[in-house]
């Protein structure tokens, strides 16, 4: 238990406060396991280990001559398509429903050929779902993508932006609470650092009794350890 005496215009606080022990592992605030979903030969891989990369852009993409190809085709055909269907919306009242519902069918259906196509052209690329750095990289120019067994190729997260998470004993689950400070130190780091609990994980780990919450913190190498004490009111 730790007592501080504050001194304010002459009042006096008296603060009480206790300390709950906790480990904890750093992660990133995000990472994801990336794969192409869709199959093909690999013509181009843009990005290698420890590649800073920006949200939407292309980490790689498989050999895609016959998806442009028709998407290209699904384009001219809606071209067409809309011209007819504009000429013929200039005669509407003057020629039978079922021809003009035809030509407004054709058109719609063109519509959605493009997007289909444009769907299917677009799984040929591969892109970063966020802002990042790439940590693991499984694929080469040449290599066989398979639409029916998805592989991850890639592995990102998030540049700089980290969490940890804390493991407590659960006895404390009712003295752990969003928004308490933690004051902790990384593992071969001699400095001290404080966080803010931001999460608290709904349950407990049957096998250890262990209750997990979060902190976030940033700079840190993913997969350090350390500890720290969590600043609880003291009943």
Same mark, same amino acid.
């Given at each position: /238990?730790?007592?501080? =005496?504050?001194?304010?215009?002459?009042?006096?606080?008296?603060?009480?406060?206790?300390?709950?022990?906790?480990?904890?592992?750093?992660?990133?605030?995000?990472?994801?396991? $990336?794969?192409?979903?869709?199959?093909?030969?690999?013509?181009?891989?843009?990005? &290698?280990?420890?590649?800073?990369?920006?949200?939407?852009?292309?980490? !790689?993409?498989?050999?895609?001559?016959?998806?442009?190809?028709? $998407?290209?085709?699904?384009? %001219?055909? =809606?071209?067409?398509?809309?011209?007819?269907?504009?000429?013929? $919306?200039?005669?509407?009242?003057?020629? &039978?429903?079922?021809? *003009?519902?035809?030509? !407004? *069918?054709?058109?719609?259906?063109?519509?959605?050929?493009?997007?289909?196509?444009?769907?299917?052209?677009?799984?040929?690329?591969?892109?970063?779902?966020?802002?990042?750095?790439?940590?693991?990289?499984?694929?080469?120019?040449?290599? @066989?993508?398979?639409? /029916? /067994? =998805?592989? %991850?190729?890639?592995?990102?997260?998030?540049?700089? @932006?980290?969490?940890?998470? $804390?493991?407590?004993?659960?006895?404390?689950?009712?003295?752990?609470?969003?928004?308490?400070?933690?004051?902790?130190?990384?593992? +071969?780091?001699?400095?001290?650092?404080?966080?803010?609990?931001?999460?608290?994980?709904? *349950?407990?780990?049957?096998?250890?009794?262990?209750?997990?919450?979060?902190?976030?913190?940033?700079?840190?190498?993913?997969?350090?350890? +350390?500890?720290?004490?969590?600043?609880?009111?003291?009943?």
């Amino acid at each position: /238990m730790i007592r501080i =005496l504050l001194s304010m215009a002459g009042l006096i606080f008296t603060l009480n406060a206790a300390e709950v022990y906790a480990t904890f592992n750093v992660e990133a605030d995000k990472k994801a396991m $990336l794969a192409f979903d869709a199959g093909g030969i690999t013509k181009r891989v843009n990005v &290698d280990v420890a590649s800073y990369v920006k949200k939407n852009s292309v980490l !790689a993409s498989l050999q895609n001559n016959d998806m442009r190809a028709s $998407l290209a085709r699904a384009k %001219t055909a =809606l071209k067409f398509a809309k011209k007819d269907y504009e000429r013929q $919306l200039k005669v509407k009242n003057l020629i &039978d429903a079922g021809r *003009f519902d035809q030509y !407004a *069918f054709k058109y719609e259906n063109a519509k959605n050929e493009v997007a289909f196509a444009q769907a299917n052209y677009d799984k040929t690329f591969l892109r970063a779902p966020f802002d990042g750095v790439i940590y693991e990289k499984d694929i080469e120019v040449g290599d @066989t993508v398979s639409g /029916m /067994m =998805l592989k %991850t190729v890639f592995k990102i997260q998030s540049k700089n @932006t980290r969490k940890l998470i $804390l493991e407590f004993d659960q006895k404390y689950h009712q003295s752990v609470k969003v928004g308490q400070q933690f004051k902790y130190s990384v593992d +071969g780091n001699a400095n001290t650092y404080k966080g803010t609990i931001s999460k608290i994980y709904p *349950f407990a780990n049957s096998s250890n009794r262990k209750i997990k919450a979060e902190v976030k913190a940033r700079g840190f190498i993913t997969g350090l350890f +350390g500890s720290g004490q969590i600043t609880v009111a003291d009943k």
